[in-house]
């Protein structure tokens, strides 16, 4: 099973429409430009690009990131596919090689290994809780089953003046994102890396930037995603002022309202607390530590609680796998 070109992998991903963002080779060309390799591999029913981080001494670790891409795989084809990803990690010095199947909970079919060689993973790199919002219908319909404060919140801020436009000023969304992380504590990629994502993706089609305004000052932005029939929300910022004029509610409305043109039937809000599924409407109201606060703007959208299948890994160097882990433990990063 030789490696695939980027314009073969492109081919194979034609067939398998249900293909997650991470799989697309664009996410291949951003992560390769940032300390990673991609390698892809396919056979009839099953493919996946992996993703091996370069270490010292020649090392890696292998990361499938929401796949492998699946159609009608029979049981031959995935052991197959699987003797062949092992002996590429093998070749590339792997430490172990990490799996986060692109799947719910619910599904119990995803909830299982890979094959028999792998464990149950104590770490994620990709936030597993999120809130998925049903895009099917009109527009007029999506809007409707959002939360009445939501709804208010959006038609205030253009009481208040705010405006939202598309924007390509890259250099203005990093400050924005790096005001939003002195504030919230959370990290934040390079100016180039949101330089070379939104070209890489925006090129294709795959990416907008968004940004509410007031009186010709950003007070808000959003960087969304949209592939095949998902949109995805990845990376927003805000500003420290002016926020009594909500401006996060009608940029993050525009974002769900692009998807939609794109033809996608859900729109993914991309990380809150694990635990959201747990909780109730009141005890999330009084919680504010962590994501709590994030994830009740979320939840105003009208999103349904999801939480993404566990991670597995294939252990090659037990040894220096435990190491990773303790030094690592807890830190994610897409």
Request: charged share 25%; net charge neutral.
């Amino acid at each position: 099973m030789p490696e695939l070109s980027l314009a073969e992998w492109n081919t194979f991903l034609e067939n398998h429409q249900t293909a997650h963002l991470l799989q697309t080779g664009e996410w291949g060309e951003l992560k390769s430009a940032f300390g990673w390799d991609a390698v892809r591999l396919a056979g009839k029913g099953i493919g996946a690009q992996i993703l091996f981080r370069r270490l010292p001494l020649g090392l890696t670790f292998g990361y499938i990131p929401k796949g492998p891409v699946t159609k009608n795989v029979s049981p031959a084809e995935n052991k197959a596919f699987w003797k062949e990803v092992d002996s590429h990690c093998r070749a590339r010095k792997a430490i172990f090689l990490k799996v986060e199947q692109d799947g719910w909970e619910e599904d119990s079919a995803l909830d299982s290994l890979p094959m028999p060689s792998f464990v149950s993973s104590p770490q994620h790199v990709q936030p597993r809780g999120t809130l998925v919002i049903d895009l099917n219908g009109s527009e007029e319909e999506v809007f409707n089953r959002m939360k009445p404060k939501t709804r208010y919140n959006i038609r205030l801020a253009g009481r208040k003046e705010v405006t939202v436009r598309v924007s390509d000023d890259i250099g203005n969304f990093h400050s924005l994102m790096s005001v939003t992380s002195r504030r919230e504590a959370f990290h934040v990629h390079s100016l180039e890396y949101y330089r070379r994502a939104y070209n890489i993706f925006h090129s294709r089609g795959l990416c907008e930037l968004f940004v509410a305004e007031y009186q010709e000052r950003t007070l808000a932005a959003v960087m969304a995603f949209a592939y095949g029939k998902s949109g995805y929300y990845f990376y927003g910022a805000s500003a420290d002022e002016e926020r009594n004029r909500k401006p996060t509610y009608p940029l993050q409305w525009e974002a769900i309202r692009w998807a939609h043109r794109k033809g996608c039937t859900e729109y993914d809000m991309w990380g809150i607390p694990d635990e959201a599924a747990s909780v109730d409407e009141d005890e999330a109201e009084g919680r504010e530590d962590g994501l709590w606060g994030v994830y009740r703007f979320k939840r105003g959208f009208g999103g349904s609680v999801r939480r993404a299948v566990r991670a597995f890994d294939r252990i090659y160097n037990p040894l220096l796998y435990k190491l990773y882990l303790w030094r690592f433990s807890g830190s994610g990063s897409d």
